[in-house]
């Protein structure tokens, strides 16, 4: 809140009631000035907020947080893509899942036919709107992908269907032009009508691209695996033409490396979080972190880890100095952990922990994280976990 230094004068009673006018509305003023700085998140009661709450689903895809500071949960329940609206207090407001494209099933033998959906994004507009991406799997003996974009209004309603064959997405991110990227076997650019501008084929047997960013300058940066062996950058403008490529050895026999989420940071370098292999025999893999400057320059590297396989997954919270990112210890078909790190600039662990398999972990707008894991069959639980309680 601003100062202010008010010097004057009183000669009679009018001038009194004249100050004492001019006063109220200074005081009136300031506390508008003093509340419009305040975080929008004081207006929120967190003691309504439980510390844990069910929602009926079979099985969880993702959560996102909503303009209003609430979620939107998707996943499965008897057999339908679901999607629950919640405010922050994890009060229901809507469920739908009597979409048209949402009726799954599955054969029970080798080959025989079946249909899933998995939402794997959902962006909300201004006027509050949801564009949501949603990849289809179906076939037999033969595979076939497609995605769709689905525009839902605020209660959940299906309002506007495209479909983009032979293409499965995994993320979509919202360019300056106000369009959208699509993320997955292909790169598809929309304009903001959802009116597609250029495509370009990611299928490559030599990289395979796993995690897409925006970047300072308009373009993209994206992160995966080359040739299986090593972490690879890459960096394009906003029309998809490549402007640098880099691969990141660190030994001379390097093994199943890859990038699975990556950041840009202020000086426009950039933070990968992945896997390195330890030992070859036995294979075992470990946690990395790279970190580069603008051109891609490797600042440092950073691999850590035991004798059980470990790698980093996805970036949960950042600013410019400090870094949660989740991970898992062990395959699925292992005693699977989940791992939590926090880092600072210089790839220093602050904080680190391995607990029990959760599905993910969310920072949420009102400055409180958010574990998700399945509950029972018919069950997931949301937990709320406060700042200073996420690594005890």
């Known amino acids: 809140m601003q100062r202010f230094t008010i010097n004057i004068r009183l000669y009679n009673k009018n001038s009194m009631k004249t100050f004492n006018q001019l006063f109220t509305i200074f005081l009136i003023f300031n506390l508008f000035i003093g509340c419009s700085n305040e975080d929008d998140n004081t207006i929120v009661n967190r003691n ?26 998707t996943g499965t329940y008897n057999n ?10 994890f009060d ?25 959906a998995n939402i794997t994004k959902i962006l909300q507009k201004e006027d509050g709107k949801y564009v949501c991406i ?109 402007i ?34 330890k030992t070859f025999v036995p294979n075992v893999v470990n946690c990395q972190i790279i970190r580069t400057n603008a051109l891609g320059d490797t600042i440092w590297t950073k691999r850590f880890g035991g004798s059980t396989n470990c790698w980093l997954d996805r970036f949960i919270f950042h600013n410019q100095n400090e870094f949660v990112i989740q991970g898992s210890d062990g ?8 791992i939590l790190i926090r880092i600072n600039s210089e790839g220093q662990i602050l904080d680190s ?3 029990k398999k959760f599905q993910m972990m969310l920072c949420s707008p009102l400055k409180f994280y958010i574990k998700v894991q399945n509950k029972d069959e018919d069950h997931i639980t949301l937990i709320k976990i406060e700042t200073q309680n996420l690594f005890n």
């Open 48 to 73: 309504l907020i439980p510390s844990s709450v069910d929602f009926k689903l079979n099985t969880v895809d993702n959560v996102f947080f909503t303009q209003d500071s609430g979620l939107l949960i």
């Open 80 to 89: 339908k893509t679901t999607i629950i609206k919640a405010d922050y207090k």
């Open 92 to 116: 229901i407001k809507w469920t739908r899942n009597n979409y048209e494209w949402g009726n799954l099933f599955s054969g029970t033998g080798w080959g025989t036919s079946f249909y899933s």
């Open 134 to 242: 949603c990849s289809i799997e179906q076939g037999g003996d033969v595979l076939y992908s497609s995605t769709l974009l689905i525009v839902l209004n605020q209660d959940g309603e299906q309002i506007q269907k495209i479909e983009f064959q032979d293409n499965r997405t995994t993320n979509i991110i919202q360019t300056n032009d106000g369009g959208y990227l699509l993320f997955g076997s292909k790169l598809i650019k929309l304009d903001r009508n959802y009116k597609q501008q250029w495509s370009k084929n990611l299928i490559d047997q030599i990289y395979n691209q796993y995690q897409i960013v925006s970047t300072a300058v308009g373009g993209f940066a994206t992160t995966g695996t080359y040739n299986n062996d090593q972490v690879f950058l890459k960096k394009n403008d906003s029309n998809g033409n490549e």
């Open 244 to 277: 640098s490529s880099l691969t990141y050895k660190h030994s001379d026999y390097p093994f199943e490396e890859a990038g699975f989420d990556l950041i840009q940071l202020n000086d426009e370098g950039f933070l990968i979080v992945g896997r390195t292999g």
């Open 331 to 338: 395959f699925p078909n292992e005693f699977q952990k989940s």
């Open 353 to 355: 922990i391995s607990t």
